[in-house]
């Protein structure tokens, strides 16, 4: 027998564990089962909703009103209509420093609210943002009215609030009603950035759902197919999979690959093309799958060409990778990142390296081209979620390769949580 201590691998964590793909690589499935751990759905919530509130408490604040769908569940767990939520604003939350949350909505949808437990009250409201012309100021106005009740019942006298997403007729409405309106956004990307065991578990269920996307868009990858056509296959699999929607169209062929950034369109791969794609998808649970990979549709070999270029990606997300762990600052890595060549300046991706939660989270780390100092003291810390980015597209050449990594940050570095392989025909 051996004498190797057993260890239940639910009590297990990247702290005890080495080796940096453990959590990746011990993703759970998703069942009702009486033998297994379970995800605690409650406990993300109640995690979620502490984290606003601390925020707010540090802020000297009672309350924060949110509209964007992304905050709303990030603080409550409301998930409905997510993108018609951002299209035509008419629910909302008021999250208190203190109590719960308040959601109102329209009276025909407020059964459609789910009995969360960080909901302590529904109201009725007639806000639909959407109205036009006497009916939305009146609309507003009655909306506005009720804001300012529910903060005054919450003891705030000076009326300061924080909002994030609210069109202008509601705003003026709100400062009609002497509600000093201040920023949410600080408030809800500091809230945000730290996660928890739990949401790292649902991170990493939902990168394998963008990974069997990822595969199927291999496969499907041949000379005449589409851009569309090989992007369809990553969409159908994160919606078969209990996934959402897809927040870009990232997926370009050939020499629509440089400059980067391009959407696909029904452009047809040809033999010898490089294909590039970034999944920037909303997977299950509402969680932000964001890594990126190249591909080489053959038949054919890659052209020196092209393969020095995927080397010089790899390279570049490799050493970035390797400046990170907890407590390193902004500043730091900024100054020790991967140096571009200079004919791939022009071209570089907007960010470095960006946080991703429900979306994405503080920070965002740019290169030292476009740096401005902004928190260069500020440290990555345990529990931070990162995606690491590199866009190697040559001013000239006709292509550009993008890879993109996603990321957990440890004590004494980081842990992948994507695990997509690289390309190995551009690697020779």
């Known amino acids: 027998m051996s004498k190797t201590e057993w260890v239940d691998p639910a009590k297990r964590n990247f702290r005890t564990v080495p080796d940096r793909k453990y ?5 759970p499935g998703v069942s009702l089962v009486d033998y297994a751990p379970q995800i605690d759905m409650a406990g993300v919530r109640a995690y979620r909703l502490k984290r606003v509130q601390d925020e707010l408490k540090r802020a000297g604040l009672p309350a924060i009103l949110l509209f964007d ?43 459609m609210l789910p009995a969360l437990e960080t909901i302590t009250e529904i109201r009725p409201s007639d806000a639909n943002m959407s109205k036009s012309g006497p009916a939305a100021v009146q609309s507003a106005s009655l909306w506005a009215k009720d804001i300012a009740q529910i903060l005054r019942e919450h003891g705030e006298h000076d009326l300061r609030l924080p909002v994030d997403r609210l069109p202008a007729i509601a705003i003026s409405a709100l400062l009609k009603e ?6 949410a956004d600080s408030i809800m990307y500091a809230a945000r950035a730290i996660k928890s065991p739990d949401e790292i578990t649902l991170f990493s269920i939902a990168i394998s759902v963008g990974e069997a996307g990822a595969f199927k868009m291999r496969e499907a990858l041949r000379p005449g197919v589409t851009e569309n056509e090989v992007f369809s296959h990553l969409h159908q699999t994160n919606i078969a999979m209990g996934g959402e929607w897809c927040d870009l169209r990232l997926a370009k062929s050939g020499g629509g690959t440089n400059p980067g950034l391009q959407e696909h369109s029904d452009r047809r791969v040809r033999a010898g093309d490089l294909f590039h794609f970034d999944t920037d998808m909303i997977g299950p649970f509402g969680t932000f799958v964001d890594f990126s990979r190249t591909f080489f549709c053959g038949p054919g070999r890659p052209s020196d060409k092209q393969r020095d270029m995927y080397k010089l990606a790899v390279e570049h997300i490799e050493h970035n990778l390797s400046i990170i ?32 939660g429900l979306t994405y989270d503080y920070p965002s780390i740019r290169y030292p081209y476009d740096y401005d100092g902004t928190g260069k003291d500020e440290p990555l810390h345990e529990y931070m979620t990162l995606c690491v980015e590199a866009l190697i597209a040559p001013d000239d050449d006709a292509e550009a390769v993008k890879l993109e990594q996603q990321i957990l940050v440890t004590e004494g570095g980081y842990q992948l949580l994507s695990t997509f392989p690289y390309e190995e025909k551009l690697l020779l």
């Open 23 to 27: 959590l990746a690589k011990n993703t």
């Open 69 to 111: 769908a992304v905050n709303m569940r990030y603080a409550s767990g409301i998930a409905l209509e997510q993108v018609q939520q951002q299209r035509h604003p008419y629910r909302g939350l008021i999250v208190s420093a203190e109590k719960g949350c308040i959601a109102f909505s329209r009276d025909h949808w407020r059964p």
């Open 325 to 356: 762990k907890a407590g390193v600052t902004i500043g730091e890595i900024v100054d020790k990142c991967f140096r571009l060549p200079s004919n791939c300046i022009k071209g570089r991706y907007m960010s470095m390296m960006h946080g991703f």
């Open 178 to 183: 002497g509600i000093k309106i201040m920023d």
